[in-house]
């Protein structure tokens, strides 16, 4: 699972890993990999042994107003957290066993695109919409890898590359911040999969107080592509890690996020340092 610096796997180093659908593990398992029940191995866990389920994320984009890329990636991992966070997928909620079936298998994201017609479709099935700095996204309760509903099966994965019409600002010291590997290029498509997968790791490594804080705040967070100088301390910091598993566009076992904690809000530890 893991990638070395040089490897030609994304330059991820030998730290952290998800123990379990409730808590992430700060240190690497003997071997320095991501401990066996981690969604991120390389090689078959347990976890391919379940029923495969898959998060549809659908981003609208319209031709004339698309919207930034760091908006949209930023409001798909706002979306995974409202999801996770809502009162139907907790307990006895209505979609509280498919999430449960999708956090027990290997937790993939799918994002695909909607405008005009599309998006009123997509709209119109059970899920949420979340906004933010001119990007909406619209996520569902996870689904069968094979069982996509048909309005939403027949949306693109492609075409969902994005640019940012100016830098984006530092970000917020007292929220989380989620860092892209200044050494992957992805699609935003793609980023926008790994930012929701850097959310939920977030969430999973927090006690319920401060999911809580978090919730009550909006989920302030930002996704910032790290300096390639900050990105080797990042990676060694025992932070929450992702790992991807290969199936589209990048190599398996490459570090594509890593998720730094704030000073107020879900404060998983930081790296000393400015931020890059």
């Not at 996870?142 to 075409?159: N, Y």
């Amino acid at each position: 699972m893991v990638a070395h610096r040089g490897s030609g796997r994304g330059g991820c180093w030998q730290t952290g890993g998800v123990t379990s659908d409730d808590d992430l593990s700060k240190a690497p398992g003997r071997d320095g990999l991501p401990p066996a029940d981690s969604p991120f191995r390389t090689e078959p866990t347990p976890r391919d042994e379940a029923p495969q389920f898959v998060l549809p994320l659908v981003a609208r984009i319209e031709r004339a107003e698309p919207p930034a890329r760091t908006a949209a990636l930023e409001t798909a991992a706002r979306a995974v957290l409202v999801l996770l966070s809502d009162d139907r997928a907790l307990g006895d909620g209505e979609w509280a066993q498919a999430v449960r079936d999708w956090q027990d298998a290997r937790i993939r994201k799918v994002v695909r695109r909607a405008r005009g017609a599309e998006w009123r479709r997509a709209e119109a099935l059970d899920g949420i919409t979340v906004t933010g700095d001119g990007a909406q996204v619209r996520v569902f309760p996870p689904v069968p890898l094979d069982g996509w509903p048909k309005d939403l099966a027949r949306l693109q994965v492609s075409g969902t590359d994005l640019d940012d019409p100016e830098p984006p600002p530092a970000p917020d010291p007292s929220a989380p911040v989620l860092w892209l590997n200044p050494d992957l290029g992805m699609t935003a498509g793609k980023a926008m999969a790994q930012a929701g997968h850097g959310a939920q790791l977030a969430w999973w490594a927090l006690s319920e107080p401060q999911r809580k804080e978090w919730r009550e705040a909006g989920f302030p967070l930002a996704v910032r592509t790290a300096d390639p100088a900050r990105w080797e301390p990042l990676t060694r910091a025992g932070l929450p890690v992702v790992r991807d598993a290969g199936f589209t566009e990048i190599a398996p076992g490459s570090c594509t996020v890593v998720s730094e904690g704030g000073t107020r809000y879900a404060p998983l530890g930081r790296v000393t340092g400015q931020y890059g």
